[in-house]
């Protein structure tokens, strides 16, 4: 059974737990805003997730991790053997546009892994103003694919659009499978 490991990261209060919950259908930690300690791991198989006819499940496991940087020292752990990265800010908290360019720096850049296999999350929380028109991201990250994730109004648009990032993601894997494979015949 293919794997992929995708870390969830981001500021503080962005929503990364809710949206690991959301996208893994877990029932974990719904209620009030309890803070990540560290990392906490959610495991679970979507079906037909690789679109080959042969219909053979993949096991995703869902790093999300805390948005405190007193885990640093864990990142490079963390991010061992990882094939992608969702970055989830708040867009209605103007410190998160700064931050993400760390997280992205630390976790992207510095793996390396290629920008499609990073997703840019804007979680608006119930009662944002979701003022879509106005982000103005910073170079790199005005690069990335950027999904805005509102759970109240259009939370299948949110898990339809998790979904085709984690295809990309199981896509690239079986990609680079395939081309080791091949290096070890020729």
Not at 45 to 50: G, I, R
Not at 90 to 107: A, G, V
């Amino acid at each position: 059974m293919l794997k992929a490991k995708v870390l969830l990261v981001g500021p503080r209060e962005a929503g990364k737990s809710v949206l690991a919950n959301f996208v893994s259908e877990s029932i974990e930690g719904i209620g009030s805003y309890v803070p990540t300690q560290g990392v906490r791991i959610l495991e679970y198989e979507k079906p037909n997730l690789n679109g080959n006819s042969k219909g053979a499940a993949c096991r995703l496991e869902l790093w999300d991790c805390s948005g405190d940087q007193k885990f640093e020292t864990c990142w490079p752990a963390l991010m061992k053997d990882s094939h992608g990265v969702i970055i989830i800010f708040n867009p209605d908290m103007p410190s998160h546009l700064k931050e993400i360019e760390m997280w992205y720096s630390c976790f992207v850049q510095q793996q390396p892994l290629l920008d499609s296999q990073c997703l840019l999350v804007a979680h608006h929380k119930p009662g944002s103003t979701e003022d879509t028109e106005n982000l103005s991201l910073a170079h790199p990250l005005n690069k990335l694919k950027l999904v805005h994730s509102n759970l109240e109004e259009d939370p299948e648009d949110v898990r339809m659009e998790f979904m085709k990032y984690f295809r990309s993601i199981i896509n690239i894997i079986n990609e680079n499978r395939e081309k080791e494979e091949m290096s070890i015949i020729s």
